[in-house]
């Protein structure tokens, strides 16, 4: 079975750009979730998708944010971009909602400058 | 919120020796722990877990170990191998498991580099 992918791999953009990061979950796997890795703050909960709704949010601003679709693959955005975004993005599936025996992707390394 | 202290930061073994990383959590509610390697330019790998209601797990090489009244759970690697190098990290969620689903998402350690000398 595939594990989680996630598009692209690498990510330059400067500061105030929008993007939009990409992850294709386990299939049957219908909880998706998005983490921010960074070597100062660590793995930080960003929120999760399940049945394409927004079941949980992490503590982040109203610039991220995401959406699943039916097939159960999700987005993730972030706007106007700050240096301080810069971070690997991991996408995590499950095949119920909520945390358990969540499967991470390889993550998209997104640089800010 | 959740917080979740992870110990020691580095742990630098020899071959065949045992490893042990320890976690503390603090919210009394969490329920579910999960532990993660993470290897170079890999994402998280999920390679062990516990429930509350569960003291001790073992899978081949690895263990888990849960103590709720002090809010700690460790994991233990014996007969470590080179390929057991990695970045390791606990986790604590609260897991509703009649209904399914949680509160938030997982709240991770800061990580372990476990490092196995040859």
């Known amino acids: 079975k595939a594990g989680v992918t996630q598009t692209p791999r690498y990510l330059i953009k400067t500061r105030g750009q929008q993007v939009t990061l990409s992850c294709s979950p386990i299939s049957g796997h219908r909880s998706v979730s998005w983490y921010q890795q960074t070597p100062g703050q660590g793995l930080q909960f960003l929120f999760e998708?399940?049945?394409?709704?927004?079941?949980n949010k992490g503590n982040f601003p109203g610039r991220f944010s995401g959406r699943q679709f039916s097939n159960s693959r999700s987005e993730m955005n972030v706007s106007t971009l700050e240096l301080g975004d810069s971070a690997l993005y991991l996408c995590?599936?499950?095949f119920g909602t909520g945390p358990y025996e969540q499967y991470f992707g390889p993550g998209t390394r997104l640089t800010v400058t | 919120g959740e917080n979740v202290e992870q110990h020691p930061s580095t742990l630098s073994v020899q071959e065949g020796d045992s490893a042990v990383i320890k976690c503390t959590y603090s919210?009394?509610?969490?329920?579910?722990f999960p532990w993660y390697k993470q290897e170079l330019g890999k994402g998280p790998q999920l390679i062990i877990d516990i429930r509350s209601n569960v003291g001790e797990k073992k899978d081949q090489r690895i263990a888990v170990t849960l103590n709720k009244t002090a809010k700690h759970f460790s994991l233990h690697i014996t007969e470590t191998q080179p390929e057991d190098s990695a970045v390791y990290f606990c986790a604590a969620s609260i897991f509703l498991w009649d209904s399914g689903g949680g509160a938030d998402g997982l709240t991770f350690g800061k990580g372990t580099h476990l490092i196995i000398q040859p």
């Open positions: 919210d009394s509610a969490s329920n579910y």
């Open positions: 998708y399940f049945s394409e709704t927004q079941r």
């Open positions: 995590a599936s499950s």
